[in-house]
């Protein structure tokens, strides 16, 4: 009798620990914007979680023991694998590369990829801009040699996004496969309310598709791209240190020049410098946030995040 009622105990606390476990699961995903990806797919499956907290940015992130934890918890990992979240490449390198997925090595991504200029440190800046077609291929060939890469703000692309998503539930089907049809459910929800919301966003913004503007960061080119914005150029600036007077001087003559409408600046942009620039050019200031820290993850932060973007990009340029 005793040893029956062992067993049962010891039954119970499997159970318990099993359920526990399942309770525990999660995808986690480098930074806020695949979170929102991963949380569309997971929604009802399995928790989410993020390592790069809302605030921060994965440009100069440091692991602490906790993200530690977190990665090797994790069920599902998803990361770029590439420049914006290198800092995690130490750790995964440790992990089972069964519950990685490392965009920049998924084949279904890379015809999609674009270029863009590297995320640079000095305190000087670089200017470009790409007023005819035969001038923006020189700008993009000289760069090729000085600095033009892939561009890795892929989340920006609503076609990569969707080939991420798609393996995503692959993996997660794998993982949870009594889930297979929520999780096969939640993926065409995500492409479905995906393609709603980009038609949406193309006829929102078509109104300002040929006003002129500049970025700070060279992260937009995939957004701009799919809903036909015309990126007049960009300043890659640190944004740590404060450009000096030649610098913004520089920037000025470059926006009345162009008769740019709006120059877009980032959250972590100091307000003395965007001031500095607004003064005297008339220039229209817009704040793009390529991180999402206003959106909550969940079934359609996706979609929310894009648009965000196309709202932050409309309200400026149709001053």
Not at 48 to 55: E, L, R
Not at 218 to 236: H, P
Not at 243 to 252: D, E, H, N
């Amino acid at each position: 009798m005793v040893n029956k009622l062992i067993l049962k105990q010891v039954l119970l606390a499997a159970i318990l620990s099993s359920a526990a476990c399942a309770v525990n699961a999660k995808v986690v995903a480098s930074i806020k914007p695949l979170g929102f990806i991963a949380s569309s797919i997971a929604d009802g499956v399995t928790e989410t979680d993020i390592v790069v907290p809302t605030g921060a940015s994965p440009h100069d992130y440091s692991l602490k023991p906790t993200d530690v934890k977190k990665l090797k918890s994790a069920d599902l990992l998803l990361w770029i694998g590439e420049d914006v979240d290198s800092f995690l490449a130490k750790s995964i390198g440790a992990l089972d590369n069964r519950k990685v997925i490392t965009i920049a090595k998924l084949d279904s991504v890379a015809p999609l990829l674009g270029k863009a200029t590297h995320h640079h440190e000095e305190n000087d800046h670089e200017h470009h801009h790409a007023d005819h077609e035969d001038e923006h291929q020189h700008d993009h060939d000289e760069h090729d040699k000085t600095g033009l890469s892939t561009n890795w703000h892929i989340w920006y692309s609503p076609e990569i996004s969707k080939m991420v998503a798609a393996e995503l539930a692959e993996k997660l089907t794998e993982r949870f496969p009594a889930q297979k049809e929520l999780i096969a459910k939640n993926l065409l929800d995500f492409n479905r309310t995906l393609n709603e919301r980009s038609d949406k966003i193309k006829l929102q913004l078509a109104a300002v598709k040929d006003k002129g503007f500049y970025v700070f960061h060279d992260a937009y080119g995939y957004f701009n791209d799919a809903y036909g914005l015309k990126q007049t150029g960009y300043f890659t600036i640190n944004p740590l240190v404060s450009p000096g007077a030649k610098t913004l001087a520089t920037i000025k003559e470059e926006i009345a020049e162009h008769k740019v409408s709006c120059l877009f600046a980032e959250p972590q942009f100091t307000p003395k410098v965007i001031e500095s620039l607004s003064k005297g050019t008339g220039v229209h200031v817009g704040r793009l946030d390529p991180m999402g820290d206003k959106i909550q993850p969940g079934k359609r932060s996706y979609a929310d995040f894009l648009q965000f973007t196309a709202d932050s990009y409309g309200e400026c340029l149709a001053k």
